[in-house]
């Protein structure tokens, strides 16, 4: 008698990994691009993001903030395979992006900022002025 892997909820891996791709598509398959990752901060004034552009063209990435939300998409560069390559590993992400990133308080997206440097995108985004509460002075009639 051999023994049989218990899998309570897939069969196989390959079950598995058909699951994840269908949920996350832009982390699994090369056909759907990629999700750069992101760092996000503040400072008394700003919220800061930044995000990798290496092998980029900064003139191919666009970014725009609507209703507290920043958007950033672009292409990277797509470089043809070569076929006599025998790759170990084949890890490196080309084709176009799409990242979409709710920011944490209200901001002023008309005043925000944009530079590449070293191959690091960093975004600065102006917070925008708090509305303070109004008091009204209740006056007595006589």
């Not at 170990?88 to 080309?94: D, L």
């Amino acid at each position: 008698m051999s023994l049989v892997k218990w899998a309570p909820f897939f069969s196989d891996e390959g079950e598995m990994d058909k699951v994840m791709e269908s949920i996350l598509p832009s982390v699994q398959g090369n056909q759907f691009g990629f999700t750069p990752a992101v760092d996000m901060y503040e400072d008394k004034d700003n919220i800061i993001v930044e995000t990798q552009l290496a092998g980029m063209d900064p003139e191919k990435v666009d970014i725009s903030i609507e209703n507290n939300v920043l958007c950033i998409k672009g292409e990277s560069e797509k470089r043809s395979e070569v076929e006599d390559k025998n790759y170990y590993r084949k890890e490196i992400r080309r084709g176009s992006f799409y990242r979409s990133i709710p920011l944490p308080t209200k901001v002023d997206g008309d005043k925000a900022s944009a530079i590449n440097e070293g191959g690091i995108l960093k975004i600065n985004i102006p917070k925008a002025p708090e509305i303070k509460p109004k008091l009204i002075k209740i006056q007595n009639k006589k």
